[in-house]
């Protein structure tokens, strides 16, 4: 118990220091706005892109991977925010003042850095050429949140660590699975 007492007391103090310093108006706007691409919203032209580059051959397994990685992060993300349920920095410390809506009531692990993490990660696997930024943006939403104000700083490490996770676990079905969901839609025969 010393242990996530001590863990706690870093994370608010980092939590603290970060949300006290502040970036002028208009570099606020756009951090918000750049953010928010950690909803989802950029994942679909992402997707468009590697589609008309790669065809779609090439792209399917890609995705199929992601979209198994995302479901996934999104059952361990379930339980363990369920089971943990840590209070959101604003809701902990009334210092802290939540800049961006969180999208529920607890704080760890960090929603957006693990399931974006799970997607980012199937594209690294596949094309670790675009792969290699998609996995610096959902570290850099992380990272911003805790600037404002709706997570701390350990949820993003573990939201990240999860997310690569829980590509991996998507990984290993899909090696498992892939002869026979190939052999299902024709593919390879």
Known sequence: MQMFKKIAEFD???????????????TTKFLKFYVRLGDGYIWGIFALVLFLHLGWSAFWPILAQALV??????????????????PRPFAANPSIKAEVPPLDKYSFPSGHTMNNLAVASAVFYAVPQYGWIMMLLPLTWGLLRVYFGVHWLTDIICGFLLGILSFA?????????????LAAIGVGA
């Not at 990984?171 to 002869?179: N, Q």
Request: contains cysteine.
């Open 169 to 181: 676990i998507a990984h290993a079905i899909w090696v498992l699975c892939s002869p026979s969901v």
């Open 69 to 86: 990685a995302l479901v996934v992060a999104l059952a361990l993300y379930e339980g363990v925010k369920l089971s943990t349920k840590r």
């Open 12 to 26: 608010n103090r980092v939590s603290v220091y970060w949300t006290n310093r502040h970036f002028s108006a208009k």
